[in-house]
C-alpha cells in the first residue's frame, strides 16, 4: 500500500498485482465446484499442437470433418481466444463401482463406455465452467475475456492438460493421472489472464504397450497415434454409414464406444471411484441384455437415452451397432428378435439397420461366434493387427 497526501491509504501497482485472481484461488473455487483436478497452462504453441495436421493428413481422422474444418484453430487456442494467456484445465472422475468390460462374462449383455451410462456430461461440466467464470468474473479486480468448453470446442485439451501438469498423453491417447488414471472427463477455460502455471506431467507410460497388444482393431497404430477409423468409439458413435465388415466380429458386444485400452492399463487397476449421481448409471444403460435394447420401442429408447452423452450416436447408428453385437453373441433367441418387425421400432427399418440384420444372421449361420466359444474373450474376440 502507499500512502497519500490527503491522508487516505490507496493501492499503488505492487499492491494490484497482490491483488489480481492467483492460480490457487481458482483451483480452491474449481474443487469446491465439483471438479477433481485442476492446473493451469500457459496459452502457447506447444510442439504437440502441430501433429494434428499431419494426423488428419493421414487420413485417421475418418468421416470427422469437423476435425478438418476446425484445424487452424486447434493449433493454438489463441486462434479461438486472441489475447488469450492460460487454460484452466479441469479434470473429473467419473469412475463408478462397476466391473470392466474385459471382465464381464455374459455373452448375451451389452457393452457401453463407462463414461456413457450416466449423464450428459458436456451438459453438467458446462453448467459448473460457467459457474467458475462467473466467480472468477466476481473475484478478479480486472477484467478478463474467456471461453469455456467440455469437449467440444476446437481446442487440443490433452495437450492443454498435460502442460497444465494434470497428466500425461498415454500410448493409448488418453489423459492419465498418475494418482487417479484416466478415467477422466477433461474441461477448460481458455482466458486473458495472465496466471501462475503448473510445471507440465511428466511421461510414465515407460515400456508398458498393454494398450496397443489389447485393442482389438490395431487402432494404436503407434504410441499416441490413434487411427480413428479402425478404432470401436468411432466405428459404434462417430460413423454414419454401413461399418466396415472387416470390423464388424471385433466389435464384439460392443453397441457404444469402448474402454479396452483404458482398462488394460496399469493406472486404471485401483482407480478412485466418483460418487457424483450426475455419472450412475442408467437403469436402462446398466449392462443392458442386448435382445432387450434390441426389443425397446424407439420411443422408449429415445426416452432413455435424452439428456446422456449416447444420443450423439442417433438411434438408427444405435439399432445398427446391436444388430451387430447380437450377429457376434451367437444368440439364436436374439438372433431370431432381429428378423422380427415391429411398428414401435421404425429406426429398424432403415437400409443402413437392415443391412446389419442380414450380416448378423448369415455370421450367425457361418460361424461360432468366439465370444461365446469362449466367453473370458468376449470384449476382445478378434484381433486384426495392421
Ligand atoms: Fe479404440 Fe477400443 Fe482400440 Fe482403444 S481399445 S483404440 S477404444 S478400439
Ligand atoms: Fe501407457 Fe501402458 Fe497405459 Fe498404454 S496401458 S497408456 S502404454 S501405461
Redesign the pocket.
Known amino acids: 500500500m502507499t500512502g497519500s497526501s490527503n491522508g487516505r491509504w490507496e493501492l499503488g501497482v505492487g499492491d494490484w498485482e497482490l491483488r489480481t485472481l492467483t492460480s490457487s484461488e481458482i483451483k480452491a473455487r474449481a474443487r469446491a465446484l465439483g471438479f477433481d483436478l485442476c492446473g493451469i497452462a500457459p496459452a502457447g504453441s506447444f510442439p504437440e499442437l502441430s501433429f494434428l495436421r499431419e494426423w488428419l493428413d493421414r487420413g485417421h481422422a475418418g468421416e470427422m470433418g469437423y476435425l478438418q474444418r476446425t484445424a487452424d484453430k486447434r493449433a493454438d487456442v489463441r486462434h479461438v481466444l486472441p489475447g488469450a494467456r492460460s487454460v484452466i484445465v479441469t479434470g473429473t472422475i467419473y469412475n463408478i463401482a462397476r466391473p470392466y468390460s474385459t471382465e464381464q462374462a455374459d455373452p448375451d449383455a451389452a457393452l457401453i463406455s463407462r463414461y456413457a451410462w450416466g449423464d450428459d456430461y458436456h451438459d453438467v461440466l458446462k453448467a459448473r465452467l460457467d459457474a467458475l467464470v462467473a466467480w472468477m468474473r466476481d473475484a478478479s479486480p480486472e477484467p478478463f475475456e474467456a471461453r469455456a468448453y467440455v469437449d467440444t470446442g476446437p481446442v487440443q485439451e490433452r495437450v492443454y492438460a498435460q502442460y497444465a501438469g494434470l497428466g500425461w498423453i498415454g500410448k ?1 491417447t488418453c489423459l492419465i493421472n498418475p494418482s487417479v488414471g484416466s478415467w477422466l472427463f477433461l474441461a477448460e477455460i481458455i482466458c486473458t489472464l495472465r496466471l501462475d502455471p503448473d510445471p507440465p506431467a511428466l511421461d510414465q507410460c515407460g515400456t508398458c504397450t498393454l ?1 496397443l497388444d ?4 490395431g ?2 497404430v503407434e504410441p499416441q497415434v ?1 487411427d480413428a477409423t ?5 466405428l459404434t458413435i462417430e460413423l454414419r454409414g454401413p461399418i466396415p465388415e472387416a470390423h464388424r466380429p471385433a466389435l464384439g458386444a460392443h453397441v457404444y ?6 482398462e488394460v492399463c496399469p493406472y486404471n487397476q485401483q482407480p478412485p471411484r466418483s460418487n457424483d449421481v450426475a455419472w450412475q448409471p442408467r437403469r436402462a444403460l446398466d449392462l443392458p441384455a442386448l435382445i432387450a435394447l434390441w426389443q425397446t420401442p424407439d420411443d422408449e429408447l429415445r426416452a432413455t437415452l435424452k439428456g446422456s452423452a449416447m444420443t450423439r450416436a442417433t438411434l438408427t447408428g444405435l439399432r445398427r451397432n446391436v444388430a451387430v453385437a447380437i450377429g457376434n453373441s451367437g444368440n439364436p433367441d436374439a438372433i431370431a428378435s432381429l428378423a422380427v418387425a415391429s411398428e414401435d421400432r421404425p429406426s429398424a427399418d432403415d437400409p443402413i439397420v437392415e443391412e446389419h440384420i442380414r450380416w448378423a444372421v448369415t455370421n450367425h449361420a457361418n460361424h461360432e461366434p468366439a465370444n461365446r466359444a469362449n466367453p473370458a474373450n468376449r470384449a476382445n474376440p478378434v484381433m486384426i493387427r495392421p
Open positions: 493409448n494398450c489389447a485393442c482389438p482393431t487402432a494404436i490413434l479402425r478404432c470401436l468409439s468411432y464406444g469402448c474402454d479396452i485400452c483404458q
